[in-house]
């Protein structure tokens, strides 16, 4: 993958998962072997989705302005993004989530896995980078 792909195909993943929290497009998105570890909790495939469909539980709007920091490296076929998470909760309780994160993709342009650490603004939004 060049750096033009990965950065389009990063994109595309945190408007259609993360934002739009489309459960039903992680598949295109996200390899079956896919892991992750969120401020040291580790989940695979299921436990994303598990993750994600929490999220439209507890979640009215979630907003990533931009990213403050994107490093992309095409030999690993990696990304590492800083940026802030925006929450509105279904409650009307609200809150910013700082992200550090890196993200590697397979030969297919697939996630392969996801290391994440989260900062939360207040306790209102405490715990939901690892939410399930």
């Not at 994160?101 to 392969?112: R, S, W, Y």
Request: glycine share 4%.
């Amino acid at each position: 993958m060049t750096k033009d792909e990965i950065q389009q195909r990063i994109r595309a993943i945190y408007q259609d998962i993360l934002i739009d929290l489309k459960v039903e497009c992680i598949d295109d998105y996200f390899a079956t072997d896919y892991t992750q570890v969120t401020d040291h909790d580790k989940v695979d495939l299921a436990g994303f989705k598990a993750h994600l469909s929490k999220l439209k539980e507890v979640v009215e709007k979630l907003t990533v302005e931009s990213f403050k920091d994107e490093l992309v490296d095409e030999r690993q076929r990696s990304v590492f993004l800083r940026y802030d998470v925006k929450v509105l909760k279904k409650d009307g309780s609200e809150g910013v989530v700082e992200v550090y994160a890196i993200f590697k993709f397979n030969e297919e342009g697939k996630l392969v896995s996801c290391r994440e650490l989260t900062q939360e603004s207040n306790r209102d939004v405490q715990g939901l980078g690892s939410i399930s």
